[in-house]
Nanobody
Framework: QVQLVESGGGSVQAGGSLRLSCAAP????????????MGWFRQAPGKEREGIAG????????DYADSVKGRFTISRDNTKSTLYLQMNSLKPEDTAIYYC??????????????????WGQGTQVTVSS
């Protein structure tokens, strides 16, 4: 059906950068990858999963949570069926498991979990002070 695979997580010191990728090696939802809205979420220990970035099917529209605005950038390459999250100026409070998600069309850029239909398994990001 749909497989989303995150990569690029790891450990970094505060102020550092990481780039997460989300590949879609199997994507048979009935619609092509390029018609899906995509998003990044994260879940810290003891906290709920929160939406931090979303992007439209063509990549022309994005939205960010206030906590990451100005530091993180979401992008996508539909020719490679891959989603990215560039994370700069990382802070210890960014420590979490990061998930990518896909929303079937018709869709709008969103940061709500309920808007998404497919999820990856997550990648750990740890930021030390």
């Amino acid at each position: 059906q749909v497989q989303l695979v995150e990569s690029g997580g790891g450990s970094v010191q505060a102020g550092g950068s990481l780039r997460l990728s989300c590949a879609a090696p199997r994507f048979t939802s009935g619609y092509t990858y390029s018609r899906h809205c995509m998003g990044w979420f994260r879940q810290a220990p003891g906290k709920e999963r929160e939406g931090i970035a979303g992007i439209s099917p063509g990549g022309g529209s994005t939205d960010y949570a206030d906590s990451v605005k100005g530091r993180f950038t979401i992008s996508r390459d539909n020719t490679k069926s891959t989603l990215y999250l560039q994370m700069n100026s990382l802070k210890p409070e960014d420590t979490a498991i990061y998930y990518c998600a896909a929303a079937r069309p018709p869709c709008a850029v969103a940061l709500l979990r309920t808007e998404y239909n497919y999820w990856g398994q997550g990648t750990q990001v740890t930021v030390s002070s």
